[in-house]
């Protein structure tokens, strides 16, 4: 959180994309709702606080990627090299990893809420509350897979092509920006079945529905099951004797 605190650079590009999005990117898709491009003011707000869960949710993804992205560094020549040496589990050291990039990514959801206020957005005080266990589980779920990533990605050029093809898809293919049934109701069907089965879908919709006091079970077991089943996958990529250092010594 110091080290955070002093690259306060990083924070600010944190909350400029998903600020954006709320302020500019609202109104071009006004029209998922059925009302005119240019609609009433009221409207326009309605359809900010719809698609501020998602927001929320975009500010996790990006931020677990960001922090596998250092782990690809750390791993490589950083401090993360001296740690995978120590007589420590594996998992409690990409446990620890994990939740400090969890710890920041709840830090950076909460000063986007406030952002939110400031634009008239208006989200329940108490949803801030009662929405925290499903940010940070989904925060969590994210980085891991972030981890996972970063076990079969050596450098850094690689990752962030990677990138690319993981975060825009989980993003876009998910109810973050609209309804599910609006893509049914279009005839999206192929997109309606690839979003019922990306994971992201699922941390969009335990948050939008904890922001509101209406905790969602089925999107909370699925955010939790995803999460053992990746951080597990994770921890194996990195044990010396199964992962990470016995791919490296193959030859070719």
């Known amino acids: 959180m110091f080290k955070f605190w002093r690259q306060r650079g990083r924070l600010f590009s944190a909350l400029v994309r998903p600020t954006l999005w709320l302020v500019v990117f609202a109104v071009g898709f006004q029209n998922v709702f059925g009302v005119s491009i240019i609609p009433p003011y009221e409207t326009y707000i309605e359809y900010q606080e719809y698609i501020v869960p998602g927001l929320v949710s975009m500010v996790l993804l990006f931020n677990g990627m960001q922090s596998s992205l250092a782990m690809v560094y750390d791993r490589e020549m950083g401090m993360m090299r001296l740690l995978l040496t120590a007589p420590l589990p594996r998992w409690y050291l990409l446990f620890s990893k994990l939740v400090a990039g969890t710890v920041l990514s709840v830090l ?25 266990p499903a940010i940070a589980l989904g925060g969590m779920m994210l980085g891991a897979t972030g981890l996972l990533l970063s076990v079969y990605i050596k450098q850094l050029e690689n990752f962030a092509g990677t990138m690319n ?4 898809p989980m993003f876009f293919i998910s109810s973050a920006l609209y309804p599910l049934w609006k893509l049914r109701e279009a005839g999206a069907e192929a997109v309606f079945q690839a979003a019922r089965f990306n994971p992201f879908t699922y941390v969009v919709e335990s948050v939008r529905f904890s922001l509101y006091g209406e905790p969602n ?5 699925v955010v939790a099951a995803t999460l053992a089943v990746v951080f597990v996958l994770a ?7 199964r992962g990470l250092v016995r791919r490296m010594r193959r030859p070719g």
């Open 108 to 132: 950076q959801v909460y000063a986007f809420l406030i952002v939110t206020v400031l634009f008239g957005v208006h989200v329940p005080l108490l949803g801030w509350l009662y929405a925290l």
């Open 235 to 241: 921890v194996i990529g990195y044990d010396p004797q």
């Open 165 to 168: 093809f993981v975060i825009f």
């Open 217 to 221: 079970l089925l999107a909370f077991g």
